[in-house]
């Protein structure tokens, strides 16, 4: 039976213009007289999530009842960005629903702005698994998606006096449409106490946990929607919530508000992202967090089983689990756990079933990045665990031993416990031997993985490696933030690109037709003039659209190199100075990020880009040809509104640094041209639109190592460079800190005397690099014909042909279409 639609499903403007209204009356409790922009945006965030939940039900219902194999994405991280826009796209319902609220005295933009993000990650990982997300739904892969419900998520940044100043993010505070709490899935989780071997009935050696903590762990569910397809997945994150029998026994003595106050405890595990971007910490609170949520994880998987009446025998066929980063790896050791311990099965069959299911992407090379815990941390929260993994690594041990014979440095270097001077267990390793696959995130990161890091993985199991270069969604990155560009390119085109992103090709053979190519201009134009406005009411700084916009937002982090580009800035400034009727490319540089609260040398670097703001904005001998602003708090709603207007981008880490980058390929998308070094994915977005089409500096990851190992110096390049010696002496000096010669310091020195992302052997061909830019920019036609074939030869980079290279090589899951009948 196909129903009529109704006031929840109807598509058309009377209906959504009637549901609106209901959704403000009853939900919201208002009459429109008397409602807040903020009441606006829930009734319609309700209007359009009505609209979701006949695909939502549809979709698990008919996963359910095919038993369908489902890709499981485990990621401590989701950095979702707003949902309203993006569901509107994927729903086909963008321009009508904008009609619908014009035609009831209502800005859809304004109603937009209304949403608070859920800001549940810190940057290119948790990004990553959002885009996934959408790409998933949108090939109809049955997935879901398992992370952490944070109360605060990443920092709300203020900046004071040039300084970062964090403030906690409130996220849900005016509560969240999005989700749907499911009390009735909620599982237990155990923590600490100690282990009891026995015999079991049929004489078999079993281990029981015996717990001194239980947390709670309820289930919130968001609706993912797919692009113009019926299926909509779910994205599960778990709240730790404090036991009943856990208060009980408290409550019983008598002790009420020790009770309380360790329901509270309990409930910490989930309060708060932790801020650090490729930095480890080796908190106990984070490894609770990893735990919990990887421990609620795998029940709810159990229990899907069960109620899709499969044998346990069959964990592997029904579920594959990716693993983001080591963050969720203690799952090897709790799979094997609960299938031993709780379903009784014996070791070899569990391991099996176990390297079957998981798979691991790695995506960092950064050794400080690498997580490691403490033995003695370890063993105290997780004693069940730890045995588990002293076993799976004796396992490991003999494997090794038979495949390279007597070689003990071997056997050292490869073990999971790290055991060179206090003992760590070392999850990179346990994921490698755990997983049947394990991947890096652009083709040079698996390859520097391969030579390096994971050295000794990759001669044990080389079957394991493969590579799946990371992707973004041109849903959320082109259709949603960049209407515009849409609109023409779909003119021309049609509108398949959106699904097909490498059908964008077919705008080359517009390169050379002169009205396609002004208004390709025009519309940069106009976007940049957007941005200029906004900027405007935010800061009161006038920046001229008309300015070549350089731009690099992104985490702060001193191998993204942020200071490079601020002695860039310092360069023209003092040519400037020098000659202060030089001819140069006006341009307006643009920052945009945030800097882990711990990382000292990251929160200097955002005051030295404010500090240099403060002088060259108000120099009158720059004469506006300059400008400079760090825009605070950056995010996924900000990132938006950024790349369109963007006509430079900055990738420009140390190269080998940088696993893959994402944002270089949504300012590529956009028609913006990359100056960057051979790092990540630019490699393979230089090779995508040509050379000619991109601005490549900077040392080959070869060339850093050669040159590290060959003892660089960096005063060589100080001494030499009277350009490099005139910036690194005007910072020095005071110039940019009234005076205060100290500030800097710690900066300006690091890089005299260590100087470990090379910036100073960078610096010459980066400037020689920008100079070309500049000149570049002055060819208008030249930079628009440039900018759009990057456009053209971004298709490789879409989120969905990087979620069809995992399924075709690790996960092997079929699509499975829903229909909207009931
Ligand atoms: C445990 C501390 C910690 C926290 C986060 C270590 C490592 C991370 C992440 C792996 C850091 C991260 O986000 N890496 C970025 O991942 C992106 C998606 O693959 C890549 O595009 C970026 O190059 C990489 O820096």
Redesign the pocket.
């Known amino acids: 039976t196909v129903r009529v639609e109704d006031d929840r499903t109807g598509l058309d403007i009377e209906t959504l213009k009637r549901a609106f209204l209901d959704n403000l009356f009853y939900i919201q409790g208002k009459f429109p007289e008397i409602a807040t922009q903020n009441d606006y945006y829930m009734a319609l965030a309700y209007t359009v999530r009505d609209r979701l939940f006949r695909r939502w039900l549809n979709t698990a219902e008919t996963y359910s009842k095919q038993g369908a194999r489902t890709v499981c994405y485990l990621s401590a991280e989701f950095l979702m960005g707003p949902h309203l826009g993006n569901n509107l796209i994927n729903l086909g319902i963008f321009d009508t629903v904008k009609q619908a609220m014009t035609e009831l005295g209502l800005d859809l933009d304004e109603l937009f702005e209304k949403e608070e993000e859920p800001g549940l990650g810190?940057?290119?990982?948790?990004r990553?698994a959002a885009c996934y997300l959408d790409s998933l739904a949108s090939l109809e892969t049955p997935s879901i998606g398992y992370g952490i419900r944070y109360e605060f998520g990443i920092f709300d940044q203020d900046i004071k006096d040039g300084w970062q100043v964090e403030v906690t993010d409130k996220w849900l505070r005016f509560g969240n449409p999005w989700e749907v709490a499911r009390p009735e899935w909620e599982v237990e989780v155990k923590f600490g106490g100690h282990t009891q071997a026995f015999t079991d009935e049929h004489g078999n050696y079993r281990v029981l946990w015996v717990p001194d903590k239980v947390v709670r762990g309820v289930p919130y569910d968001t609706p993912i929607s797919g692009y113009k397809v019926n299926s909509c997945n779910t994205l599960r994150l778990w709240a730790a919530e404090a036991t009943d029998s856990f208060d009980f026994d408290a409550f019983n003595a008598g002790d009420y508000s020790g009770a309380v106050f360790k329901k509270m405890e309990s409930e910490t595990i989930s309060k708060v992202l932790?801020p650090?971007?490729?930095?480890?910490?080796g908190k106990i609170l984070?490894l609770e967090q990893q735990f919990f949520f990887v421990s609620c994880s795998l029940q709810d998987m159990f229990r899907i089983l069960k109620r899709q009446n499969i044998a346990i025998e069959r964990f592997h066929e029904k579920f594959t689990i990716q693993l983001n980063?080591t963050?969720p790896t203690i799952a090897v050791a709790e799979l094997m756990r609960l299938l031993m311990d709780e379903y009784g099965m014996e070791w070899d069959k569990a391991w099996s079933i176990v390297t079957s299911t998981f798979a691991y992407?790695n995506?960092?090379l950064l050794p400080e990045?690498l997580?490691r815990w403490p033995i003695s941390l370890f063993g105290s929260m997780l004693p069940r665990h730890l045995e588990i993994i002293y076993e799976i690594n004796r396992h490991f041990l003999d494997d090794i031993r038979i495949k390279f014979p007597d070689d003990l440095d071997r056997l050292s270097r490869m073990s999971l416990i790290d055991e060179s001077g206090e003992r760590y267990v070392r999850m990179a390793h346990l994921a490698c031997v755990g997983s049947h696959a394990i991947n890096g995130?652009a083709a040079l990161h698996t390859k520097l993985l391969k030579q390096d890091v994971l050295h000794d993985f990759a001669e044990m199991y080389p079957e394991k490696f493969v590579n799946v270069t990371?992707g973004v969604t041109p849903r959320r990155f082109v259709a949603l933030s960049n209407p515009r560009l849409t609109r023409l390119i779909t003119s021309k085109i049609g509108g398949n690109w959106i699904k097909h992103l490498d059908d964008l090709r077919q705008l080359e053979k517009y390169v050379d037709d002169t009205g396609f190519c002004s208004e390709f201009r025009t519309i940069k134009h106009e976007i940049k003039q957007d941005l200029s406005n906004y900027i405007k009411g935010l800061y009161d700084i006038n920046v001229d659209p008309n300015s070549l916009f350089d731009i690099q937002s992104k985490r702060i982090h001193e191998y993204k190199r942020q200071h490079l580009n601020a002695l860039h800035i310092v360069t023209l400034y003092n040519r400037i100075k020098a000659n202060p009727d030089i001819d140069i490319t006006p341009r307006t540089f643009l920052f945009g990020g945030k800097a882990a609260p711990g990382y000292y040398m990251a929160k200097l670097i955002i005051k030295l880009i404010n500090s240099i703001a403060d002088v060259v904005n108000r120099d009158p001998d720059v004469r506006d040809r300059l400008k400079v602003l760090f825009m605070k708090d950056y995010s996924v709603k900000f990132a938006q509104r950024v790349y369109p207007a963007a006509d430079l981008s900055e990738q420009i880490s140390t190269a080998g640094k940088?696993?893959?980058?994402?944002g270089n390929m949504k300012f590529a998308m956009n028609g913006a041209l990359t100056i960057g070094t051979l790092d990540?994915?630019n490699v393979e977005i230089l090779e995508e639109v040509g050379a000619e089409n991109f601005f490549l500096f900077g040392l080959t990851a070869e060339e850093v190592s050669q040159k590290k190992a060959a003892g660089y110096n960096p005063q060589d390049f100080y001494s030499t460079d009277p350009e490099l010696k005139l910036v690194i002496d005007r910072i020095s000096s005071g110039f940019f800190s009234h005076g205060d010669t100290e500030l800097f310091k710690p900066l300006i020195d690091d890089l005299m005397y260590h100087d470990q992302y090379l910036l100073f052997a960078d610096y010459r061909s980066y400037i020689d690099c920008q100079d070309r830019v500049g000149l570049t920019y002055r060819d208008q036609d030249l930079w628009t014909r440039m900018t759009l074939l990057n456009t053209a030869r971004t298709g490789k980079f879409s989120s969905d042909r990087s979620i069809q290279d995992y399924i075709d090589n690790i996960w092997h899951t079929k699509p499975v279409s829903i229909d909207l009948k009931e």
């Open positions: 810190n940057g290119g990982l948790g990553l932790y650090n971007d490729n930095m480890t910490q984070r980063d963050h992407t995506h960092t990045a997580e995130v990371n940088e696993a893959s980058g994402t990540g994915a």
